[in-house]
Nanobody, 123 residues
């Protein structure tokens, strides 16, 4: 499975962006998917995940971000609204092809990763 993340960019605080993660070489709809982010000098952190029937969010983005999937397009999205300067980071999408049962909030649950897309929020 190969993942291609896109949609990052520069946006003012309070604005919106939609990230996309397109999968090839596999069927995304069969697997859970997640978004993580890594800010400069910080560790990678969980943002959101979508399983076959449920969604999960970090407390810091709950109510502002929405994860969704379009199985026909083999793509997972992250709609980000009311962006804040602290949302600035490189955002990575990931696919959980070989389910380990560690939990969707853990990066080591996922075995395929996209290349990352930079989101910069100016205050």
């Amino acid at each position: 499975v190969q993942l291609q993340a896109s949609g990052g960019g520069l946006v003012q605080a309070g604005g919106s962006l939609r990230l996309s993660c397109a999968a090839s070489g596999g069927t995304f709809s069969r697997h859970a998917a997640g978004w993580f982010r890594q800010a400069p000098g910080k560790e990678r952190e969980f943002v959101a995940a979508i399983s076959w029937s449920e969604t999960y969010y970090a407390d810091s983005v709950k109510g502002r971000f929405t994860i969704s999937r379009d199985n026909g397009k083999n793509t997972v999205y992250l709609q980000m609204n009311s962006l804040k300067s602290e949302d600035t980071a490189v955002y990575y999408c990931a696919a959980d092809v070989h389910y380990l049962g560690l939990g969707w909030r853990r990066a080591d649950e996922y075995d395929y990763w996209g290349q990352g897309t930079l989101v910069t929020v100016s205050s």
